[in-house]
């Protein structure tokens, strides 16, 4: 069982920056959106073309991007994945279907994405090896009340799936005069969490390969569990 991980964050507040410390051959990316890392080094092994094409049906049996996703993660040697942007697997689907389907079938359009978002999480729990680490990295909104959500299409996804709510890690991304760091504990009004002890700061280094570090050291996927 794959641990799916959620990072969020606004635009601009680190998130794919993050990425940076990780070598060449210990991350699989899956690009969404195509677009340029803020950083000059490279990663082998990369996804960008997410979309299911017919070579894939017949050769890998694949029929959704999530399955592409999924065959992406697993066919990497690495075990950490980012999927950047997910919150754009979402964004995609809609503007390439909200003109076609109006009326009753707008409906059809919403759960259709909020499909696309819970068989991703699902899928790496159910379908990756125990050693994978999936980040899911999205974008945040925040509402007249000033508290903190998760950016998502359609209140399904809101009202009845709450995607942080089938994770047990959700770190922040935010940035300050400069600096870019992780939120790793609520400040009340937004989702942050992770398990207690899990890190000894609520502020941490916007370094995810310093991150995927501390949760395999305390869940013992690198065969040492902390005590």
């Known amino acids: 069982m794959g641990l799916p991980v959620i990072i969020y964050g606004k635009s601009g507040s680190g998130k794919s920056r993050s990425m940076k410390n990780f070598g060449e051959e210990e991350v699989m990316l899956i690009n969404v959106e195509k677009k340029a890392l803020p950083f000059r080094n490279k990663f082998k092994y990369v996804l960008t073309q997410i979309d299911v094409t017919k070579k894939d049906i017949e050769e890998r049996h694949l029929y959704s991007r999530i399955d592409k996703i999924i065959w992406a993660i697993n066919s990497a040697p690495c075990n950490a994945a980012v999927v950047d942007d997910a919150g754009y697997l979402m964004t995609q689907h809609f503007m390439n279907n909200h003109k076609q389907k109006q009326g009753n079938k ?122």
């Not at 999480?121 to 090896?129: A, R």
């Not at 903190?148 to 996804?157: A, D, N, Y």
């Not at 942080?164 to 400069?178: A, D, F, H, K, P």
């Open 106 to 227: 707008s409906f059809e359009m919403y759960d259709e994405i909020a499909d696309q978002m819970y068989q991703l999480i699902e899928k790496i729990k159910s379908d990756t090896p125990d050693d994978k680490i999936v980040y899911i990295m999205l974008h945040e909104d925040t509402d007249d009340f000033g508290s903190t959500k998760l950016r998502t299409i359609g209140k399904l996804l809101d009202n009845k799936v709450c995607l942080e709510g089938m994770v047990t890690i959700c770190l922040r991304c935010m940035s300050s005069n400069g600096k870019h760091f992780f939120l790793t504990q609520t400040k009340g009004s937004d989702i942050t969490k992770t398990p207690e002890d899990m890190f000894a700061e609520e502020e941490i280094d916007n370094d995810l390969r310093q991150v995927d570090e501390t949760i395999r050291n305390f869940y013992g996927m690198n065969g040492e569990k902390e005590k």
